[in-house]
């Protein structure tokens, strides 16, 4: 499946806490265009439920725990964000649902264009039509 974990550079203090950071182009491989995060969602919603045509995206999430489920028409993976550390890298084509494991977990998102809204697949039918058009 078209995604990479990257390990998210951490700073860990014993008394002050820690600190992650990564770099457009240096540690992440696309420019980032656009950041935005999501906020107050309560353990057992889900959002997402789309796929993108061409963005590129990194989720983290610096507090809580998600569990991003992926399909690519054929096989599916779940991928647990439960560290600052922890970095998902998804390419595009990949179909994505985010469930949270608990209530407000925050979860990030550095990507590499503007919002476009006619860069999403939002209908799972359409998304599977899409995959089989591109011979996935
Ligand atoms: P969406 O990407 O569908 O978020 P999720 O998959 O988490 O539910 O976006 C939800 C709404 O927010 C949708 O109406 C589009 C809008 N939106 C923007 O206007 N700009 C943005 O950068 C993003 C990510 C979403």
Redesign the pocket.
Known sequence: MQYELINIKTLHTEKEGQLSYFEANRSISFDIK?I?Y?TQVPAGAR????AHKKLVQLLFCPYGNVTVILKNGMDEEHVVLDQPSKGLILHPGLWRD?LWNIDNSVLCVAVSDY?DENDYIRDYDDYLSYTKGRGN
């Open positions: 656009r935005y999501i959002r997402g439920a789309h985010i919002y």
